[in-house]
């Protein structure tokens, strides 16, 4: 049973460029969350999708988008990028059931230029 | 609103030596608190999870944790250390209600010594 993956594993941006990162839920799942953890912090809550909407939504600014798929796999698309984007940036996935229960994925290590 | 203090940003012990790694807790309501762990260059993997059934909940790898209400506590122990569980330790709390989101401590590195 694989569990939530992650793509890429590693990312090197410049400010001001744009970025997409993707997630595939752990199978069964139909719920996507996204956290961002800068070094050294714990992760904080960014949004989490269901049936291809945003249910919730953190404190994050709109350059801060995503998108879940029919297939609920999702992208987290970052605009106009800050130094301060550079952060581990974490899927998880649930069932809208028992949302509280998130399994998260590896991560994408995001660095800004 | 819901949050997590970790009362310590690093705890060192000895392999073999009981863990205890605390955290507190606030809530209007009550909450449903998580542990996770993290290794290097891992993902966050869930511990063990209190939802108001047993105070004292037992997870994977030998950690328990007992949820204290008096004292809006839910540490996190274990009676013998191995070397292998030397990373960082997050505790949580869910938003609550409908809301989607968990709320993340700052995390304790727990490193162990041979």
């Known amino acids: 049973d694989a569990g939530v993956t992650q793509s890429p594993t590693h990312l090197i941006k410049t400010r001001g460029q744009q970025v997409t990162l993707r997630c595939s839920p752990k199978?069964?799942?139909?719920?996507v969350s996204w956290y961002q953890q800068a070094l050294g912090q714990g992760p904080q809550f960014i949004f989490q999708?269901?049936?291809?909407?945003?249910?919730q939504r953190g404190n994050f600014p709109d350059r801060f988008s995503g998108h879940q798929f029919p297939n609920y796999s999702s992208e987290l698309n970052v605009n106009a990028l800050l130094l301060g984007d550079s952060a581990l940036y974490l899927c998880?996935?649930?069932?809208?059931?028992?949302?509280?229960?998130?399994?998260f994925g590896p991560g994408t290590r995001l660095l800004v230029l | 609103a819901q949050s997590v203090t970790q009362l310590d940003s690093h705890v060192s012990v000895s392999e073999g030596t009981p863990v205890l790694l605390r955290c507190n807790y606030s809530s209007s309501y009550s909450p449903s608190l998580f542990w996770y762990v993290q290794h290097p260059n891992k993902g966050l993997q869930l511990l063990l999870k209190?939802?108001?059934?047993?105070?004292l909940v037992k997870g994977i790898n030998g950690f328990e944790a007992e949820f204290k209400k008096s004292e809006t506590s839910f540490h996190l122990t274990k009676p013998s250390a191995h070397m292998s569980d030397a990373a960082e330790y997050f505790c949580v709390v869910s938003a609550g209600g409908s809301q989607g989101n968990l709320i993340f401590g700052k995390g304790t590195k727990l490193s162990v010594k041979p």
């Open positions: 999708y269901y049936e291809e909407e945003e249910r």
């Open positions: 199978s069964g799942h139909d719920t």
């Open positions: 209190y939802t108001s059934a047993a105070t």
């Open positions: 998880a996935s649930s069932l809208v059931g028992a949302w509280e229960t998130q399994y």
